[in-house]
């Protein structure tokens, strides 16, 4: 008996696929002319089995029946998207927008597909408009927030965030992404509740596992973060590149785990990624001229305030632009004052935020691009599985990295004699090239205050501090800071960073110094602050403590250029030497501790010479100005000459290539 349209659809509608493919079938091979309709529903279920290709062929014929009809327009908006062809999936979508103008979920189509291709203003005005047709649509307020959360503008987000949560109160998804914009905002305890508020929803849906191990790692529970993406994997049934590279930040930090371990993790990390990377289109061998001018390519997430940003602040104003063609290649949206600077001295800026592995590397490739340089590492937003893709001739990594990235397709991991020296390279998949100082420069901001008397001549206690974030204050770091309090009655404790704005955080780092026995008084515990603050902050400490395993990189040359000493302890793990490099390369190989005993010894011995304190208050600044740690000209020219190194040896290898 042959089914009706009514029948087949609600086969379909119930989820029951065979039954409503073979009543659908039935129906397409009866005779007579073809019904748009019916077409559009065999498009869709065609889809749904992911076979784009006749969904879109149904959908085509859908729509040359119906051309005035947004339905058939709509859905195959929505298969074109799904294939990656937005630009194409736009003017379907408008077209139906045009037929149905009062219709909020097509502009929430429309503006999902605008974000994809990083037209953030007009996404930006498709999700308002929706909301303004129906203030009560979850989706665009969910949409909305993301969007917001990625230009770097968090109370809009926040609020959107908690709308669209009051809107749709069990939707995973939206429960992942306000932890994911409460983890940002540095309310870590809210973000941990909703991330297991979208797993009790969703046990097996790994990106919540994933936000939820993200928010542990910046609360500094290590072991229970590796459960979380342990989670993660078994949820996705298989292994994410994503989700395992933030696994290795993760290890990155934990306190006990030998380096060679860290190393053989990025190593598998790699082999898989290697593995994993589809078909690869070559470029044409490029001009092996070895000394003509070469195109360099930066990619980086993090052109704005942060460590990676400020460290290229004095390098890219300076490259010599008649050898040295630039290109910076942002993953991220968000852009700031310092992102304009940049932005202004750099002859090509590339937004690749929305661009997938395949046409990233793809367009790395058309700019000939000869040296392209990863500034991530395994941390947050890296692309190294485009790089597996090797879109580049030469590939390294540099100023953003926290070890080696484990991946064949790096060849090259630039760094000091410091930071990796010969008896550590083995730890490294990638060759080591070495700038002669230091691995990165450092630019101060001009608003940076002048160093005052240390807080102990204002009559307070002498007072050790610390900046860094509360990740890297492991349990042996805590006891260890608690011991030198006790071996220095008079000193306290300040620490600051912007995860204990939240309570709960402060409470629980407080108790786990109660329990080392140091008590409230001769502990403060602070939140994070806006960073011209930050800096005048520095007026409150006489010496600065380096964590370890993972110690400070930024904070630590803040600390010298605001005439504070620190003390460090080195280790073997690349984001162990990253103070030891900066106090070698400023002339203060003494602060550098070699044992938990050593750096007892060192910080308590300079807290109680107040003499000598306040004479390096004094003179600090100058020091690191004559330094080649502010010597950015300088800095930019070794760089220069060790990439024009890099691409003279590929020059001399073809055969290796």
């Excluded at 770097?152 to 429960?175: E, F, K, M, S, Y």
């Excluded at 790096?410 to 060759?431: C, K, M, N, V």
């Excluded at 070495?434 to 001009?446: E, F, I, K, S």
């Excluded at 010597?631 to 001399?652: H, I, M, P, V």
Aim: glycine content about 8%; proline content about 8%.
């Amino acid at each position: 008996m042959m089914p009706s349209f009514a029948q087949a659809l609600a086969l379909h509608q119930a989820g029951r696929l065979d039954d409503a493919e073979a009543a659908y079938t039935a129906l397409l091979t009866m005779g007579g002319p073809p019904d748009p309709e019916l077409l559009r529903l065999w498009g869709l279920l065609r889809f749904q089995r992911g076979d784009i290709a006749a969904a879109e062929t149904a959908l085509n014929a859908a729509v040359a029946l119906q051309p005035d009809h947004p339905a058939p327009r709509r859905s195959l908006a929505l298969v074109l998207v799904a294939a990656g062809r937005q630009r194409t999936a736009l003017i379907h979508s408008r077209a139906a927008i045009a037929m149905t103008p009062a219709d909020p979920d097509l502009y929430v189509e429309l503006g999902t597909t605008l974000h994809q291709l990083g037209t953030v203003a007009d996404a930006e005005r498709a999700f308002g408009i929706a909301l303004r047709l129906a203030p009560d649509h979850g989706d665009a307020a969910a949409n909305l927030a993301i969007l917001c959360h990625e230009r770097g503008i968090p109370g809009p987000a926040q609020t959107l965030a908690w709308r669209a949560l009051a809107l749709l109160p069990d939707h995973p998804l939206v429960l992942a992404n306000l932890s994911v914009i409460l983890g940002a905002a540095g309310r870590l305890t809210t973000a941990e509740r909703m991330a297991r508020r979208a797993l009790a929803v969703a046990p097996d849906r790994a990106g919540s596992w994933a936000q939820l191990a993200a928010v542990l790692v910046d609360g500094g529970r290590i072991d229970e973060a590796l459960t979380a993406f342990a989670n993660a994997e078994l949820a996705r049934g298989a292994a994410d590149g994503v989700i395992d590279s933030n696994r290795i930040y993760a290890l990155t930090l934990h306190p006990t785990l030998p380096a060679e371990a860290l190393s053989d993790a990025c190593r598998r990390w790699g082999e898989r990624q290697t593995a994993a990377t589809g078909p690869r289109s070559r470029r044409p061998d490029p001009d092996r001229d070895p000394d003509r001018p070469l195109r360099i390519g930066y990619v980086s997430g993090d052109f704005i305030r942060h460590p990676v940003g400020w460290f290229m602040a004095p390098v890219l104003p300076h490259h010599d632009q008649t050898s040295f063609a630039i290109t910076c290649y942002a993953t991220r949206r968000r852009e700031d004052d310092l992102t304009r600077r940049l932005k202004s001295v750099v002859p090509q800026w590339r937004l690749a935020a929305d661009w997938d592995d395949a046409g990233f590397a793809d367009a790395v490739r058309q700019d000939r691009i000869d040296l392209l340089i990863d500034l991530a590492g395994h941390t947050a937003g890296n692309r190294l599985a485009m790089f597996a893709q090797r879109p580049a001739p030469v590939q390294a990594t540099w100023g953003g990295l926290i070890g080696t990235t484990g991946l064949p397709a790096i060849d090259w991991l630039i760094a000091d004699p410091q930071e990796i020296p010969e008896t550590l390279a083995g730890l490294y998949s990638e060759r080591i090239a070495r700038l002669p100082h230091d691995y990165v420069c450092y630019a101060p901001p001009d608003y940076a205050p002048v160093p005052g008397p240390a807080p102990s001549r204002h009559g307070a206690p002498p007072t050790f501090g610390c900046f860094n974030r509360l990740a890297k204050l492991g349990p042996a770091v805590i006891a260890l800071w608690a011991r030198l309090l006790d071996a220095v009655p008079e000193a306290r404790l300040l620490i600051r960073t912007p995860e204990l704005n939240d309570p709960d955080l402060r409470q629980r780092l407080a108790a786990q110094f109660r329990d080392q026995g140091l008590t409230s008084r001769r502990l403060e515990l602070a939140g994070g602050a806006p960073h011209r603050e930050l800096l005048t902050c520095y007026a409150q400490v006489d010496v600065a403590l380096d964590p370890f395993p993972y110690s400070g990189g930024l904070t630590t040359l803040e600390a010298l250029w605001m005439g504070v000493p620190v003390i460090t302890l080195g280790g073997t793990r690349f984001c162990s030497r990253h103070s030891l490099s900066h106090l070698t390369v400023a002339g203060h190989p003494e602060w550098i501790a070699d044992s938990p005993d050593h750096y007892v010894t060192l910080a308590a011995a300079l807290i109680t010479d107040s003499e000598r304190r306040d004479a390096l208050r004094q003179r600090l600044r100058a020091e690191m100005a004559a330094s080649p740690l502010l010597d950015g000209l300088g800095f930019t020219r070794n760089l220069e000459a060790l990439l024009r190194g890099l691409w003279k040896d590929w020059c001399s290898t073809p055969s290796a290539r």
